[in-house]
T-cell receptor, first 109, second 117 residues
């Protein structure tokens, strides 16, 4: 089955700096790669996703890149703000997907 | 409100109790999921139902028993649980497997915080 690793497990950045979270996956059949954000005490919510036929996708301050050959994908957040502080989960799969262990991002004012 | 509700929000039970968690989605989705979230294994998939049929069971102990009577409702029946089963149980729904080439966003409920004494 699919196995997803995620790094780093915790990340602290200064407000305004960029943050990068990296994930690797094991199943070459995976073709859908979503990213979920979970704020403290709240439910996970999708923030961006990418499909295997696309190498990069951007939505305002967030972007995701995918390297299918190397089986890794990354989340990039630019101009970070305190409200970006949360746990971020990557996932890989198809109709169903396996989540990574999460990255706790802290944006320091 | 994302359209997925869960009750109860908090539950404390003894190891000999029997209880049920309820999930309801108002999004017209055809697939529903149970996840367990704990410090040890965040967002661990337990069960998947598509068109009311169970399509995946990730080797979950039999003390957890799911039920999906229709596409809008999902239950998780609990009996003789262990303290290590204490966790946040999240329900989610998506458009579902009938759109086999569609990679669907999962909408999560608020979760049930379960404590097993």
């Amino acid at each position: 089955g699919e196995n997803v690793e995620q790094h780093p497990s915790t990340l602290s950045v200064q407000e305004g700096d960029s943050a990068v979270i990296k994930c690797t996956y094991s199943d070459s059949a995976s073709n859908y790669f979503p990213w979920y954000k979970q704020e403290l005490g709240k439910r996970p919510q999708l923030i961006i996703d990418i499909r295997s036929n696309v190498g990069e996708k951007k939505d305002q301050r967030i972007a995701v890149t995918l390297n299918k050959t190397a089986k890794h994908f990354s989340l990039h957040i630019t101009e970070t703000q305190p409200e970006d502080s949360a746990v971020y989960f990557c996932a890989a799969g198809g109709q169903n997907f396996v989540f990574g262990p999460g990255t706790r991002l802290s944006v320091l004012p | 409100e994302t359209g997925v509700t869960q009750t109860p929000r908090h539950l404390v039970m003894g190891m000999t109790n029997k209880k049920s968690l309820k999930c309801e989605q108002h999004l017209g989705h055809n697939a529903m999921y149970w996840y367990k979230q704990s410090a040890k294994k965040p967002l661990e998939l337990m069960f998947v139902y598509s068109l009311e049929e169970r399509v995946e069971n990730n080797s979950v102990p039999s003390r957890f028993s799911p039920e999906c009577p229709n596409s809008s409702h999902l239950f998780l029946h609990l009996h003789t649980l262990q303290p290590e089963d204490s966790a946040l149980y999240l329900c989610a729904s998506s458009q579902g497997a009938q759109f086999s080439l569609s990679y669907n966003e999962q909408f999560f409920g608020p979760g049930t915080r379960l404590t097993v004494l």
